[in-house]
């Protein structure tokens, strides 16, 4: 993954860029076309279907604030997800970080209810990063400690932070009622609005200035440069003199506390009190925001805002058009799939390629070619073929 | 970051691209018109959707004895989440063409008091919860009085040992989805239910964690059984349906929940735990069709005729013993405890 | 041409007497008046992306000879090979075996054409035995299962009939080097291959394990076999081959019996210009020690790593660690480097005790490190040429202030030194550029700062010659400028042209010191092997521990060869 | 007291322990297959969810609960084939496609639920697998009830893992595949076709993960129910991780997590039971010490999730 260069090589970085999205509108693209098959075939009418999905989506300016506040959480656990993936690691934990971050920024909100409105919020805010950090960093350390894979870990810290944080408020912070939940939190600590008569906080703000900063830490930052060595480099790094333990427990802490802050979000401009069980997923869903987004954290945001409007219009595909939800769910699935397989697209463009004949006389594709750079990879003498890095 | 990698040098793909993103925007090119839509309900379903073979379902049947008793139209949504909650409301609402929203599930409440400030002229139902302002009706359950009915029934059969599905032990069990309020007045209730009518009988309760796992629900009903369980009650949602299954294969008797569900364990569902969630929203319609709908809770019990618990199975002198006990819950002289920690105290004061 | 039972699956005979296949047209020698030839290639074409790896190479292998396919790296050697091999579909050409054309198409076809390739990296698993990693693809079954035993029997029969003396049921991660290359040599008799191809086989090798090598080939030819080897030394060439066919840019260069021609004129047709084989060295001037290892050692699992190493360099010269792999550099490396702390002793850098400093505060004084080329631990192949440049300096002034780095400094650092080293390929990302280039830019980077303390491990292997060169020079410039050079390398030739004094590692321990002047290239391999030299020669040499010894010897290094040297 | 201790280690609990494990266990063995030939296996759950819905509505349609067991390893062959497409050909991250066919799985069953049932929770009540016992067995004490009267699919979950060990330590087949998820390259210089291989034992791996759904459906319960999984794979995962990638080792973590669940649902009815929530914590809490504490020692295949593209030897 090439960071861009300043300056000079810009041209190069945006065609690649550009590059990049048109691969991914179009999995997206075909994914949807898949759907239109799906629906089709059970006997929807596919316009109206997909009408609706627009309309549900961008189609209005509360369609559009509702896209925003489904992909508020995704945006914030997507950065997470994405940040781990930059330095090696799959967190598939934020759901669980999110959890730990909701329930630490309701308990603070609560408890500094004295405090005026900003540093209430900041606090706030603030203990969910922290409460997502340390639930991110316990997987670090475990794999820096034990090499306990941290895909395993952290799926089961998911389930951990479920129950942990419904005990937690059963047993201190429940409101009166027959929901597990706390109580709300004071009207001053909320996310303001952003748009008069929508649920769009300012949540958004944030969102935007987050991906910005993590953005700027992974590019601009000593920390960030150790943060992407480890990623793409661990032996190299090792040489740098990179502690890469020590960076796998932070990039989990930091990575845990961006999805804390999701949770904290959710707290502070959805919810406005923290419920026991109440993500539907985020944090599965984020892995797949920040795949399409390719671990950009730039790219996170278009990708939370297809996720966000593919929820947003689903519902009104369901409400107006009677279309099951669950259709949507499945979509989804396919554009992970489609996004995720590179080679898929690029097998569509060799179809009319003639089969190979047999000794002589091959016809170059796409794929000798990987073969080539996967084998120079490997190391042979060829040292000039490295050049070829792969279709 | 290999897997990203593998994804450069792209313009080729490009026209591919472009051809698969026209494909889509030709099948968006012509839009059906929104139709015009008059005299509508919309409802709003709890998390987990249809097909629970309760809640949701007793739900959907009033819709469906709304239609047809009173010809409404109704638009329905199955929300994943809590958070979607808001937005779905706030879509009925935006249209403006409802005469009534109903929010069915006790985690709707927050959702409902939001949307309902923001449009005072539409007026919400809201079953199972209270929601705040002055256009929202709130029916809420006596929860308890259903479980302390169930635990009776239980409490008395499970000393009928000439019965072959019921053991010489004096116990009965009951499995909860999660352990959350909700259930635990249930559970509270049945506890009180069956220890009224039967001071000895010791009731064993657990919980799933899950409402979607019948599988450890099975497993959880087996394991009662296993300590001498004879009479088990499944309040799990989808969940308890393995509860149903398990008394099945171990030839004990099950209670079902919420709707009658002795259709999926024939002759061993003892009987129904019924909360009649229809008749609710057929009331919330006809208070509206009437011109009588009224803002503020409304708490339903025994003696609304919104909980209750099916003949089923149950012989008829137990019939008749509980029913002696649902005219003291309608006379007001038995009050149920809502919570377990309540029950041995409740016990005591009404010796 | 059909070898009847070498389909993957089945199990072989046991070699009976006669070998295996149609008998080879007796050779001997092979050189004079050559008859048909067995494998020819004709025109081969093969490119990656904008890279032309071969551009109609022609190749001819008689029967049962030697044949040595020389060339720089890059030059299509493996390319080549690997087509032949079933590994790459070639563009363009044509092979043909025994005179009839062949399609090889994966290295199944190549086994069933009687073709065996010993790879550079060798295809064994670690985790396997040897007997397993011999026999997958061609079980001997008993009732579906593998019979283990029958697998054992045949391996052992093989190995002792070629003299290969490898232990059927040792895990290969267990064995050393030159064992692991003979479980590949094989796994390809075994396979009935009549062609063996050894792809640089003697790149990690001790002079003694290689002359095992040779000694193993000459036997394979008296069997009949015919052999293939790829290197790209001149010296090997000359020991062992009966014909060389040189390459060079993806074409041959010239082909001819091995008794008519000299390595001089080899080096000729290989870089396609005059090559010096002698690169001056100045005598050392020597300075005060600035880099003492006291006592060093390390534990490992069972047994010490590295055991009471006693080490100095002084300013201005280069000390060059002389060992087979794995016999601890890599720990010597990791403890000088500052990234494993050692369990006893310390490490003095200009007479200060740097426990404690990792490698980055090592850095800071004016330490350099230069990771081996391979595998390549130094460059990092995803980020850009500016972010390799900085590596390691990245968190401090003036690259970076309070953790943000600076732009403008971070790329004058690139352009400064991608000009003074020489470094090609543009910024892009560094995985793009030759590994030459890589290498340089590694080196680049390292030595940019004018470090006084210089660690460079491997410096130069999997590099081409042109930037081997390159290399050398830096490493005797920055000896001339007076800084301390530790120079840890599996090249003997690399390691007798740089080094002002030689020391011997083995299982840890430093088994010899001395001038370089002072050992000869057989007493090396024999301490290497862990053996004393028999005879007095090693006088000086054979002190065990000998630090602090004044090495007043010859002042100048001894006779410094190019690997292109005789 | 005593009564309660009897109650939880009651031979009860062990024959739960066998129900509750068969699913995890299969799943988990076909972790261990596909990992083996070096490709990650998160679609476990996936396989799992479509081999339960396949099982239920073949047994629906056609009133044999045994052609419901034969759909139900048709659909994880077809999911198998789906990841191998995406990872193998198409060069998909493979933890990434795994989420993305386990998405892809929720979202269809609970649709066809929809459409074929008209209920997006559960199906009707279908034939399911009759209770099979060893003949001769029944007699024998505590044995004679822990293995009778269960669904065929947990004696195939118990045979399937000394098979299983067998085939991959001891044949041929079991030697190559080891070797692709080793060393790819080395296989296939040998002549193993890597490709296919991986391909072979991606499909037997859905096929053994989906009879572990067929048992949620088909032998546990009789219909099915909406994401019936209910994160089965995600265990079955770890017990592959925790077994060390080796067929019996799986089935044996399986058995322990399932033992660990099966113990909590019996401490939950202890007169006073700690907290629910802690309590159901248990297995995962056991999982990650487990994976903490094994990692030490195991080492996963050494191609594990590398994308690698064989020479012409592939099914290209």
Known sequence: MTERTAGRRLPAAWAEVLGELALTAAAVALALLAGAALLALAGYDVRDAYYNLWDGAFGSVYSVADTLVNAMPLLFAGLAVAFAFRGGLFNIGAEGQLYAGALATAVTAAALAEWPSVPLIAAAMLAGALAGGLWGLVPGALKAKTGAHEVITTIMLNYVAILLTTHLVKQYFKAPGPVDQTALIPAHARLPELIAGTRLTWAVVIGVVLVAAVDWLLRRTSFGFDVVLVGSNPGAAVYAGVPVAARTVWTMAVSGAVAGLAGSTMVLGVLYRFIANFSPGYGFTAVAVALVARARPWGVLPAAVLFGALQAGGLTMQLFARIPADLMTAVQGLVILFVAAPGLLYAWRRLPVAAPRAGTAMTMTAETAAEGAAETAAGPDNETARREAGP | MSMFRTLRSTPAVAPAALVLVVALAALLAFAPAAQAQTGRMAIVFATGGLGHQSFNDSAYAGVQAAQARFGVQFDWAEPASVAEYEALLTRFAQRGNYDLIISIGFDQADAVTAVAARFPSQRFAIVDAVAEGDNVASYVYREAERGFLLGAVAGLMTMRASDPKINEANVIGVVGGMDIPLINANIAGYIAGAKYVNPAADVRYSYVGAWDDPARGKELALAQIDQGVDIIWGAAGRSGLGVLQAAQEAGVYAIGADDDQGHLAPGHVLTNGMKYVNNTVLHAVQSVINGEFTPGVIALGVAEGALGFSDSLVPVDIRAAVGQLVTRLIAGELVPPDTIEEVDAWLEANR | ?566 | MSEALEAIFHVNTLTSTLRLATPIALAAMAGTLSERVGVINLALEAKLLAGAFAGAYASYVTGSAWLGVGAAVLAGVLIGALLGLFTLRWRANHVVAGIGLNILALGLTTWLLQVIWGSRGTSPVVPDLPGWSIPGLQAVPLLGPLLSGHSPLVYVMLLAGPLLWVWLFKTPGGLRARMIGEHPEAADTVGIPVRRTQFLLLLAAGALAALGGAQLSLGHLSWFSQNMSAGRGYMALAANVFGRWNPLGSMLAALLFAFTDALQMRVQTLPSPPPTELVQMLPYLLTILVVAGAFRKARPPAALGRHYEPGRSGTE
């Open chain 3, 1 to 566: 041409m059909t070898v009847s039972h070498n389909d993957a699956g089945r199990p072989l005979p046991p070699p009976a007497g006669a070998a295996p296949g149609p008998a080879p047209t007796p050779g001997g020698g092979g050189a004079d008046a050559p008859p048909a030839p067995a494998i020819e290639m004709i025109g081969i074409y093969k490119r990656f992306g904008p890279v032309q790896a071969s551009a109609g190479a022609h190749l001819r292998v008689y029967p049962g000879e030697i044949h040595c396919l020389l060339g720089e790296n890059g030059a299509g050697k493996s390319t080549l090979m690997k087509i032949l091999y079933g590994l790459y579909a070639m563009d363009a050409g044509e092979i043909r075996i025994r005179g009839r054309t062949a399609v090889i198409r994966s290295p199944g076809d190549a086994m069933r054409a009687g073709i065996g390739m010993v790879h550079q990296h060798f295809m064994l698993v670690d985790d396997f035995t040897v007997a397993e990693n011999v026999i997958a693809g061609m079980e001997p079954r008993r009732r579906g299962l593998i019979d283990m035993a029958a697998a054992r029997r045949l391996v052992a029969e093989y190995s002792r009939r070629f003299g290969l003396h490898v232990d059927p049921g040792a895990r290969v991660e267990d064995l050393s080097v030159g064992q692991q290359q003979r479980v590949e040599i094989l796994k390809a008799l075994i396979r009935g291959a009549e062609f063996l191809i050894l792809d640089e086989p003697t790149a990690v090798l001790t002079p003694q394990e290689a002359d095992e090598l040779f000694r193993v080939m000459r036997q394979l030819k008296a069997e009949g076999k015919t052999i293939i080897f790829i290197t790209h030394k001149l010296k090997e060439t000359m020991a062992v081959a009966d014909r060389v066919t040189v390459l060079r840019a993806g074409r041959d260069a010239g082909s001819m019996p091995a008794s008519q021609t000299t390595p001089q004129r080899l080096a000729e047709l290989m870089v396609g210009r005059r090559v010096l084989l002698q690169v001056p060295a100045p005598p050392a001037q020597r300075g005060p020690a600035l880099l003492q290892l006291e006592n060093v050692t390390v534990k490992g699992a069972g047994k010490d790593l590295l055991r009471s190493v006693n080490l100095q360099v002084r300013g201005g010269e280069i000390l060059g660690i002389a060992g087979v792999e794995g016999n601890g550099q890599l720990e010597l490396e990791e403890v000088v480097a500052g990234w494993r702390t050692p369990d006893q002793g310390r490490v003095r850098i200009a007479g200060r005790d740097v426990a404690g400093m990792g490698p980055r505060r090592r850095r800071r004084p004016g330490c350099a490190h230069i990771p081996p080329g391979r595998p390549r631990r130094g460059p990092a192949p995803a980020l850009s040429v500016e972010q390799n440049v900085v590596l390691g300096r990245h968190w401090g002034q003036p690259y970076a202030r309070l953790g943000v780095l600076r732009r403008p400094a971070v790329r004058e650092l690139a352009d400064a030194v991608t000009s003074r080293f020489d470094v090609r390929g543009g910024r892009g990302p560094v995985g793009g550029l030759s590994g030459g280039n890589q290498q340089k830019l590694v080196v680049g980077r390292e030595l940019y700062h004018n470090p006084w303390v210089i660690l460079a491990c491997q410096p130069t292997r999997g590099v081409d010659v042109g930037a081997i060169e390159r290399i050398h020079r830096e490493l005797l410039d920055m000896r001339a400028r007076g800084a301390a050079v530790l120079l840890i390398s599996a090249d003997l030739d690399e390691l007798l042209a740089l080094s002002d004094r030689l020391a011997v590692i083995y299982e840890g321990e430093i088994v010899a010191e001395g001038e370089t002047g002072q050992f000869t290239e057989e007493m090396l391999g024999l301490l290497m092997a862990g053996q004393r030299p028999s005879g007095g020669s090693g006088r000086n040499a054979a002190g065990r521990n000998g630090t602090g010894r004044d090495g007043a010897g010859r002042d100048g290094a001894g006779p410094t060869e190019a690997t292109a040297g005789d």
